[in-house]
C-alpha cells in the first residue's frame, strides 16, 4: 500500500505562485510514475502534469505549460508542483497520483494510488 498526503495548497491573487507537495510513504516511492490532476467545481477530474520515476520524463496539460513545473526527490520520497502565474481558473481541488508504471500518463484510472487531495484557490 502507498499512502499520498498532498500540502501546499491555499489562497491566493492572480498572477502569484504556490507550491504543492505530495509526501508518499508505505513504499518506495522512487520506483513509481507520478501525476498531479485536478478537479473543479462541477468539472470531471482533470490531467495537469506527470513525471516519471526518476524524473528524466515530464508532461504538461497544455493549459498549464509554461507556467508549471513538475518534479521530485526520491531521497525524501516527495513529489512537487511548482504552480506560477496563477489563473482563477486554475482554482480546484488537486491531487497527486502514483502508478509503478503506465504508458498512459494523462489517464487517471491508470494510477493506482490517490491523494486525498488539497484546494487550490484562485483570486482575479
Known amino acids: 500500500q502507498v499512502q499520498l498526503e498532498e500540502s501546499g495548497g491555499g489562497l491566493v491573487q492572480a498572477g502569484g505562485s504556490l507550491r504543492l507537495s505530495c509526501a508518499a510513504s508505505?513504499?518506495?516511492?522512487?520506483?513509481?510514475?507520478m501525476g498531479w490532476f485536478r478537479q473543479a467545481p462541477e468539472k470531471e477530474r482533470e490531467f495537469v502534469a506527470a513525471?516519471?520515476?526518476?524524473?528524466?520524463?515530464?508532461y504538461y496539460a497544455d493549459s498549464v505549460k509554461g507556467r508549471f513545473t513538475i518534479s521530485r526527490d526520491n531521497a525524501k520520497n516527495t513529489g512537487y508542483l511548482q504552480m506560477n502565474s496563477l489563473k482563477p481558473e486554475d482554482t480546484a481541488v488537486y491531487y497527486c497520483?502514483?502508478?509503478?508504471?503506465?504508458?498512459?500518463?494523462?489517464?487517471?484510472?491508470?494510477?493506482?494510488?490517490w491523494g486525498q487531495g488539497t484546494q487550490v484557490t484562485v483570486s482575479s
Open positions: 497520483a502514483t502508478v509503478y508504471y503506465t504508458g498512459r500518463y494523462n489517464v487517471d484510472t491508470e494510477y493506482k494510488y
Open positions: 513525471i516519471n520515476w526518476n524524473g528524466g520524463s515530464t
Open positions: 508505505g513504499r518506495t516511492f522512487s520506483t513509481d510514475h
